[in-house]
């Protein structure tokens, strides 16, 4: 599998998400600084966590209406698979191929801990290689990750299945304990919590391999 | 021509950077404050001189990247 990571001014889980591809699909994917206006032929793209941009405006504001995410968000709509964790899940909200927005947290406190998680779509290309869906931990760190969307949008998310992890202990208000959702096409998806950050055992777990094991297995 | 665009979260959409100020007046002695909500300003300076025009732009802005429109709602002032 192909992959590349997009780096952001003041990305700063660009490298964890290297090393993690670089781990589990034995390739180093590229990476692509965003004033690049295209990407290279590749079959996975990585929006890293960090602070873009200082978080200047709002989380992901400014990254989103960057030239490489333009590209981006048509190749999506075309089915290219695209995760964006943490700082890349808010801007995937901010470029519209996501629903709703992250809002600050409820506990008005920056949250950095390892964060229990249930995959409540066993479904999608993200998660289809995990066996055991009840529970798997992830680390957050994050301020602004409270999940908000409209009622209408909740319950479509719901009933279309694109609720895709859910927090076990809510740590920043979330609507519906939301952590992570796909777009309608499920090619698309968006988290708080990194799972890049849980692939080898000095992380302190290794949840996160299947995750990427799942792309690699759908894009086959 | 001036611009000054007020951004603010829509109504039932929970502000808790405004509840907390709200508790930190009541800790100062400040009663009588039922509600705060935090927003923020944006100016601008234009180098247009129709004011519809000017309007219209800086409306097209919010929409495009100074507001998200999901959780925000915003205000224009031309001056």
Known sequence: ?220 | MKARIHIGLKPGVLDPQGRTIKRSLAHLGFDGVSKARQGKTIDLDLDFDDKELAMRKVTQMCEKLLANTVIENYEIKIT
């Not at chain 1, 998400?17 to 079959?43: F, G, N, Q, Y």
């Not at chain 1, 943490?86 to 008005?108: D, H, V, W």
Request: glycine share 10%.
């Open chain 1, 1 to 220: 599998m192909k992959s590349a990571v997009i780096v952001f001014p003041a990305s700063n889980c660009d490298r964890d998400a290297a090393t993690a591809l670089e781990k589990i699909t034995a390739r180093k994917p590229l990476m692509v600084w965003h004033e690049e206006t295209s990407l290279p032929k590749v079959d996975f793209v990585v929006i890293p966590g960090g602070f873009s941009y200082g978080d200047y405006l709002r989380s992901g504001a400014i990254a989103a209406r960057s030239p490489i995410v333009r590209d981006i968000v048509q190749k999506a709509k075309n089915g290219l698979p695209v995760a964006g964790f943490c700082n890349g899940f808010q801007i995937l909200t901010e470029s519209g191929l996501l629903p709703g927005a992250l809002m600050r947290n409820k506990g008005l406190r920056f949250v950095c801990r390892p964060q229990k998680l249930g995959i409540t779509n066993k479904n999608s290309m993200f998660t289809k290689a995990y066996k055991d869906t009840s529970e798997v931990v992830f680390p957050i760190a994050h301020f602004d990750g409270n999940y908000f969307a409209d009622d209408e949008t909740l319950r479509r998310l719901r009933k279309s299945g694109q609720i895709v992890f859910k927090y076990k202990d809510n740590p920043n208000g979330s609507a519906n304990d939301i952590a992570g959702i796909c777009n309608e096409m499920g090619n698309v998806l968006g988290m708080m919590p990194h799972p890049e950050r849980a692939v080898d055992p000095v992380h302190g777990g290794t949840d996160g391999v299947l995750l990427f094991k799942s792309v690699m297995e759908s894009i086959q």
